[in-house]
């Protein structure tokens, strides 16, 4: 009896594109090789299209509980699914904030049955509550040192210090928002030059010094800016996360508050330093960071409005794009959106290999489109990449199931919780 499915064609497996055919039983790859046992259903994708491993995006902002005007996690997921991603992980800045043990609980009975795609939620550092208890709900710990959307700052050593004994003992990732919030100003912003000027890189690089007595503890540098913090946070043994938009936009001149971002876009030089340092491979991972906020609360003026980008459906995309115009290796993507972030957070998924969850993206590298709010799913209703060409997914499955057939979606509410 042969695999319940078989893909058939050209793949991303051990670190190239081969001809081979892809066995799928029970949401499991069991076979990769030239000629899988017949019997089970097959798809032939052709000669044109490659299949990849699913996108796993380790940071996005979902909104649900208690936002759900900007997003759900139905709109979120099939958002993630219409851009390759097959597995996110959900930040706790959702309302209320999920940082104990009980909060997260209701936040994971709420999302039950509701995903288009897998996904792993986050518990807040905070202060005077211990990380022990939720420690078995979540997929890893979010630490924020600068003040953003949601109110669970805690930059305090004393704080961190008392939270990461119990962080280490779990085995979970801390992923870190290093901005130090008190080198932040809280000037009157007209523009992304103003945002810039209120939140300097040195806030960044000093937050990351700050964890430096964490030296070789699994912790996350969230959206990375500059490469002498990714230099920095590598020489103390963390990862690094950097977001494309942190790589193709500058702070510029008049950016209105579509780009407002935390941390903020930096100057052109610094810009161009990151994105180097990307192609060099001294990133360890890519997170889209989407942060969707609705287009009202976009248009408001630039002081006021809040921060945060959409990209989860963008990202791969975009990088994919890339690759098809010789940019970028098709390594590096696959390298930076699926197996390394796969690989920090212990998942199994993230590459084609036989035993791992079947979650695969399949994209025809010659059809590149372009980007339009229109075709979006997120409930942002905008995208800073208007007209940017990219290379959207002509199937997306998720655990075996096609979630997106043709470029179009169909999924199901089959996405679980990874930590179950
Ligand atoms: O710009 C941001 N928006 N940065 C963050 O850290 C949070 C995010 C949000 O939740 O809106
Ligand atoms: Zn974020």
């Known amino acids: 009896m042969g695999p319940d499915l078989v893909i058939a064609g050209r793949a991303f497996v051990g670190g190239e594109l081969k001809d081979t055919e892809i066995g799928i039983t029970d949401g499991k790859i069991v076979f990769i090789g030239p000629k899988a046992d017949r019997g089970g259903d097959r798809i032939d994708i052709g000669t044109s299209r490659i299949v990849l491993p699913g996108g796993v995006d380790p940071h996005v902002h979902f909104r649900d509980p208690g936002m759900t005007q900007k997003e759900d996690f139905g709109t979120g997921s099939i958002s993630a699914v219409c851009g390759g991603v097959t597995c996110v992980l959900d930040m706790p800045n959702t309302k209320p904030p999920a940082l104990d043990a009980d909060s997260v609980r209701d936040k994971k009975a709420r999302l039950r049955g509701r995903s288009y795609c897998d996904y792993g939620l986050f518990g807040a550092i905070s202060k005077n509550r211990s990380p022990s208890k939720m420690a078995p709900l979540v997929a890893g710990f979010k630490l924020f040192m600068g003040s953003t959307t949601g109110e669970i700052l805690t930059n305090d050593d004393t704080a961190i210090y008392k939270a990461m004994k119990d962080i280490e003992a779990s085995g979970k990732v801390l992923s870190v928002h290093a901005e130090d919030d008190s080198l932040l100003l809280h000037e009157y912003e007209r523009d992304c030059t103003d945002h810039l000027r209120n939140r300097p890189a040195t806030a960044e690089v000093n937050a990351i010094r700050r964890l430096s007595p964490y030296k070789g503890m699994k912790i996350n540098i969230c959206h990375v800016t500059t490469s002498e913090s990714l230099a920095l946070a590598s020489s103390l043994g963390f990862t690094t996360e950097v977001t494309l938009h942190h790589m193709v936009f500058d702070a510029g001149t008049g950016r209105g508050a579509k780009f407002k971002v935390n941390p903020p876009l930096r100057d052109r030089k610094t810009m161009e330093s990151l994105y180097r340092s990307f192609g060099e491979g001294s990133v360890t991972m890519i997170g889209s960071d989407h942060a969707p906020h609705t287009a009202d609360e976009k248009s408001q003026e630039f002081d006021s409005a809040p921060s945060g ?90 655990r075996g199931e096609v979630q997106l057939q043709d470029g179009e979606f169909c999924g199901e509410t089959m996405g679980e919780d990874i930590i179950g």
């Open 309 to 398: 980008i959409p990209g989860v459906e963008t990202t791969m995309p975009i990088l994919l794009n890339m690759v098809r115009s010789g940019t970028i290796p098709m390594q590096l993507v696959a390298e930076m959106c699926s197996a390394a972030p796969a690989r920090a957070f212990g998942m199994n998924k993230g590459s084609i290999e036989v035993g791992k969850d079947a979650d695969l993206s399949i994209f025809d590298l010659r059809k590149t489109e372009q980007i339009g709010a229109s075709r979006l799913h997120s409930k942002a209703g905008y995208t800073p990449y208007e007209g940017w060409g990219a290379v959207f997914p002509n199937m997306v499955l998720v």
